[in-house]
T-cell receptor, first 115, second 114 residues
Framework: GAVVSQHPSRVICKSGTSVKIECRSL??????MFWYRQFPKQSLMLMAT?????????EQGVEKDKFLINHASLTLSTLTVTSAHPEDSSFYIC???????????FGDGTRLSIL | AQSVSQHNHHVILSEAASLELGCNYS??????LFWYVQYPGQHLQLLLK????DPLVKGIKGFEAEFIKSKFSFNLRKPSVQWSDTAEYFC????????????WGLGTSLAVNP
């Protein structure tokens, strides 16, 4: 079945570092991908919708310059957390819609820890 | 406004007990409804979904959910839970067709004691 691969699964880095997270659709094309952030014991918060070949659509309150999204191809979307700070520590998840009425396929998530 | 409300934040049950997790939504137009499960340390998995047709849908691992349009509800049920059902459960709604953005509930943490 359709698989979404997210990499890396875990990142620990110093404050001020920029971190890139990749999300790949392995056996299907995804013109749209979604990026979520999940805080402990809370639900997923949609950060942005990544659109292949055009600018991402950000949800209200999400800083575009902080969370850079690039959807360079039909199988790859990247999220870059720029100049990360401890408050950016979280679990980030990407997903891609399936075809037709199929539900979304989720990546395994990236645990980001900023020291 | 579009929203999903899950009534129970934390549920603790003993094995073999019956389970019902409430989910109500607010969304204009035709909806698709989902329940996702997140086992400890794992990624989200689809438990079941409703797009159209029979409002009683059956999912994996013995779960089922009933869509009651008049109540804007999509409650999740399982007649007899197992310890392995311990997980976070999320209700979500999206528009039909090309509107794929999911609106999520806050989730319910289920702990099943052996």
């Amino acid at each position: 079945g359709a698989v979404v691969s997210q990499h890396p699964s875990r990142v620990i880095c110093k404050s001020g570092t920029s971190v890139k997270i990749e999300c790949r659709s392995l056996d299907f094309q995804a013109t749209t991908m979604f990026w979520y952030r999940q805080f402990p014991k809370q639900s997923l918060m949609l950060m942005a919708t990544s659109n292949e070949g055009s600018k991402a659509t950000y949800e209200q309150g999400v800083e575009k310059d902080k969370f850079l999204i690039n959807h360079a191809s039909l199988t790859l979307s990247t999220l870059t957390v720029t100049s990360a700070h401890p408050e950016d520590s979280s679990f980030y998840i990407c997903s891609a819609p399936g075809s037709g009425d199929q539900p979304q396929h989720f990546g395994d998530g990236t645990r980001l820890s900023i020291l | 406004a579009q929203s999903v409300s899950q009534h129970n934040h934390h549920v603790i049950l003993s094995e073999a007990a019956s389970l019902e997790l409430g989910c109500n939504y607010s969304y204009g137009g035709t909806v698709n409804l989902f329940w996702y499960v997140q086992y400890p340390g794992q990624h989200l998995q689809l438990l079941l979904k409703y797009f159209s047709g029979d409002p009683l849908v059956k999912g994996i691992k013995g779960f089922e959910a009933e869509f009651i349009k008049s109540k804007f509800s999509f409650n999740l049920r399982k007649p007899s839970v197992q310890w392995s059902d311990t997980a976070e459960y999320f209700c979500a709604v999206s528009g039909a067709g090309n509107n794929r953005k999911l609106i999520w509930g806050l989730g319910t943490s289920l702990a099943v004691n052996p």
